[in-house]
């Protein structure tokens, strides 16, 4: 019905799909045709350009919404890419995003998911719940509220919805991040300007200014900046005066600055390559979860709204524990652990037990060792080796391990890495997503395998995105 690069003039929005997709529906001879249009919202009229087309359905870019739903509220922040619902009520978010996952527990999985689900589980904080945040420089600059009007110029902001080389300047603060510094961004975008090195241009690959790259530590309400540029014009860059904003407004609240140098082609803001100088303060902040306490560099991974962590890790840790009446002897598993997050709260909840750390990432393995050593944790241990020789090479282990703790990216665990699991013959498996529609898959194969699906929980990690994180408990 549409083909692929077609502009539709107006859409009306009817439904909402899990992943953050307005529906609209057209009427043919042959049924309904289904358009999914990314981040739109039922009741919106919006214009959209098409990217796949179906037989049945097609999917779409949002490109302007020209009449707003009803349920829509004028929104004080910057509405952008990264927030799309921040115009809806809280309430009214939960409710699209709870239906549309419903559904792809029961319609994709054949999940009975009025059975097992037990409780969603809400961010503490609606707004600034972020502790890190890249802001982009870029020379095509997109001017906010408009459909396609654009401008060459120096941007510093935030990239524009559906593109990878248009920046909007964020002028008023996000509600993703804090307030405060991001009130700073319009002042560090002029005195980058002035320094008369050009921002980035992405589709040409060249210029000076690229990220700003932020982390928060809430515990300490600190800030960690990184200024990444290229090497284009290095010699004549003097990076002082933006310190010194930054020293000046926020004063005891800069943790350290850093100056990366980034030449690779690709859009991101993570140093892969190239040089860091630390210019100020210290190039690590330290977040406290629990009362536990992490030391996180740059680059480290972390969770990126702390304070919905705990509620996370306390649910988590109460379905590992659950039931249980003596931890002794008992060994939790927490595999694919990372930097070990999770296995130590684990620990910490119960000293009588001893968990289990396996990573086969060497250096996810010596943070965790290093942090645990900080938390005074005797009773866990990590073990840089792959998953599926663990008990191979650790015997000692066979029948003894009660739970495993699995938390895979988006792509989920997958059916290879499963049949590891399973060899580990756990009693329970506590299954932690980021995505699920891919925990669905994969829990029809555990419980094809043997396990019954008893209880889910659903966190709201990311409030005015679609993302939603699911915490399931299985028993052999």
Known sequence: MFKRGQRLAEVRISDFAYGGKGIARFETEQ????????????????????????????????????EHAQDEEPSRFQVMAGAPYITLPIDRQKDLKFGATRDVYTRLGNIDFDGIFEEWIASPLTYGYRNKMEYSFGAIVHKPGTADEDYDGFGLGLKRRGTWWKVENLEKSSGLFDAAFEALLPDVRKLCEASGLPAWHSPRKEGFFRFLVVRKSFDADRFLITLVTSSQGLESFEPSPILELFKQR???????????????????????????????????????????????SMESFFQPNPLAAEKLYERVADYVYEGQRSYENTYVMDLFCGTGTIAQLIASRSPESQVIGVDIVKEAIANAEKNATRNVLSNVEFFAEDAGKFLLNHPEYEQRIETVIVDPPRAGVGEKTIKKVLKLEARRIVYVSCNPATQTRDLNQLTEAGYTLRKLTLVDQFPHTAHIEAIALLDR
């Open 31 to 66: 049924g309904d045709y289904i358009l999914f249009v990314e981040s739109a919202i039922p009741g919106q009229l919006v214009s959209a350009q098409v990217t796949k087309s179906r037989k049945r359905h097609a999917e779409a870019r949002l490109l302007h919404v020209l």
């Open 250 to 296: 926020l004063g005891d609240r800069l943790a350290g600055f850093i100056h990366a140098v980034n030449d690779e082609v690709n859009d991101r803001g993570k140093i892969e390559a190239g040089k860091s100088d630390l210019l100020f303060g210290d190039n690590k902040i330290v977040e406290s979860i629990l009362r536990l306490s992490f030391e996180i």
